[in-house]
C-alpha cells in the first residue's frame, strides 16, 4: 500500500441499508477527512479526525458517523442510505491541519442510493 | 458567508498560456492552496500561498494578493494533459479549508 486506499471504488446501494466506506493511509499522517464532491460544488467536508481517537463534524455531517481508532483506518458509515447522498466520497489525509498543508486524497469512492 | 469563486470553464490551444483566476471571501485568511484533479481521479496538490506575490513550480506559477482576495494560476506551455479540473481553496481564521467548485481547463491541438 502506498498513500491513501479507500473501498470499494464503486457502489450501487438500495435506500436504507447501512454502507461503510473504508480508508486506510500508511503515511502516519495524524490528519483524515472525508469529503464528498459533487457536480458543480466544491469538496464539503462531511468529518474530520486530527489524531487518533479523536472525531469532528465538518460542513454536512448529517447521515453519516466516523470512527478512528488508530492512525491509519478512518471508516465512513451511512447508517441508513438516502438517495441525496448519491455522490463521490474522498478520504485524504495530511501531516499538519487541513489548513496549513498539503491533503493526500485517496482515488475515490462512488455511491449511488437509489 | 464564505466564498471561492472560480470561472467554471476554460478552453486553451496546447502550446499556449492560461491564467485560471480565483476571488474569495472568508471569515480570515491563513493560505491558498491549487489542486490539480484529472477527470474520475483524485485532486493532487499544486502549490500554497500565505504571502503576497508569485510562487513558479516549473510550468506552473500561483500569484496571490491577500489586499484583493484575489489568486490566480498560470499555466504555460500547455499539453493535452494538462486538460483538467483546478480547485482553489483557501484556509479561513479557523484553519478550515473552504474549497471552490473548480474550473475545467479544456486543451484543444
Redesign the interface.
Known amino acids: 500500500i502506498a498513500g491513501i486506499t479507500q473501498a470499494p471504488t464503486s457502489q450501487i446501494l438500495a435506500a436504507g441499508r447501512r454502507m461503510t466506506l473504508r480508508c486506510t493511509q500508511d503515511m502516519r499522517h495524524n490528519a483524515m477527512y472525508w469529503y464528498r464532491q459533487d457536480l ?6 462531511i468529518h474530520y479526525s486530527n489524531t487518533a481517537g479523536t472525531t469532528g463534524k465538518g460542513e454536512v455531517p448529517d447521515g453519516y458517523s466516523v470512527s478512528r481508532a488508530n492512525t491509519d483506518d478512518f471508516p465512513l458509515t451511512l447508517a441508513s442510505a438516502v438517495p441525496s447522498q448519491t455522490s463521490v466520497y ?1 478520504c485524504a489525509s495530511s501531516g499538519g ?4 498543508g ?7 469512492s462512488r455511491l449511488t442510493v437509489l | 458567508g464564505q466564498n ?1 469563486d472560480q470561472p ?1 470553464e476554460m478552453t486553451a490551444t496546447e502550446g499556449a498560456i492560461v491564467q485560471i483566476n480565483c476571488t474569495y471571501q472568508t471569515s480570515g485568511f ?2 491558498l ?1 491549487w ?1 490539480q484533479q484529472h477527470a474520475g ?5 499544486l502549490s ?1 500561498n500565505v504571502l503576497d506575490g508569485l510562487e513558479e513550480k516549473g510550468r506552473f506559477s500561483s500569484f496571490l494578493s491577500r489586499s484583493k482576495g484575489y489568486s490566480y494560476l498560470l499555466l504555460k506551455e500547455l499539453q493535452m494533459k494538462d486538460s483538467a479540473s483546478y ?1 482553489c ?1 483557501v ?2 481564521s ?9 474550473t475545467k481547463l479544456i486543451i484543444k491541438p
Open positions: 458543480g460544488l466544491g469538496l464539503r467536508l474522498f491541519g487541513a489548513g496549513t498539503e491533503l493526500f486524497f485517496g482515488e475515490g | 471561492i467554471t491563513n493560505g492552496f489542486y481521479e483524485a485532486p493532487t496538490f500554497y480547485l481553496a484556509t479561513d479557523n484553519y478550515q479549508l473552504i474549497w471552490g467548485a473548480g
